[in-house]
């Protein structure tokens, strides 16, 4: 459409691809400046630093496991201790004995596994963060910076035309009161 032809349409018509292409040129110079701005090797430096808190918070894990296995064994072993089949005179103070110790050993295990779960949930966090990263370094990947460098500089050209259009003097008298 020319400029003859875009003063023949109505003026909400006009006013509304004015807008339109005002929000779409908005929304890709956004783009345009984020593009800009963004840091490749910050973002590869933040997944490398999160591969190697990931491993690092791993390697607590399983020592954390490892941990476990030692304690839940002395659990057992505790449990077998606690037999019942001892000579009475032995059974009660053997008994006090391993009933403490069990109560310790659950209570290092309940530490443990807490500490564990903390790890687990760091690891999450990490991934997380590495996630968002590489989903950042593939919207720079994928973005067609001169197509959009095209479009913006086609809407604006558009938006000149409907300027045009748009001003008070280039329209019939008649348009206006529609």
Wanted: charged share 30%.
């Amino acid at each position: 459409m020319d400029v003859v032809a875009l003063a023949d349409l109505p003026r909400p018509v006009l006013e509304h691809e004015a807008a339109t292409l005002k929000n779409e040129r908005e929304a890709l110079e956004r783009e345009l400046a984020w593009h800009r701005e963004f840091n490749v090797k910050r973002a590869l430096s933040t997944i490398a630093r999160c591969i190697a808190e990931a491993s690092v918070l791993n390697e607590h894990i399983a020592l954390a496991r490892q941990d476990l296995a030692v304690v839940e064994a002395g659990i057992s072993s505790i449990e077998l201790i606690a037999n019942p089949a001892l000579p009475r005179a032995r059974r009660s103070s053997q008994q006090a004995t391993s009933q403490r110790a069990l109560q310790d050993g659950m209570v290092r295990r309940h530490v443990i596994l807490g500490r564990m779960e903390e790890l687990q949930k760091k690891v999450g966090l990490v991934f997380a963060e590495a996630g968002r990263t590489e989903a950042e370094l593939e919207r720079r990947r994928s973005f067609d910076f001169p197509k959009a460098v095209r479009r913006v500089l086609a809407i604006e050209a558009r938006e000149a035309q409907l300027q045009h259009a748009l001003e008070p003097s280039q329209r019939p008298a008649a348009n206006d009161a529609a």
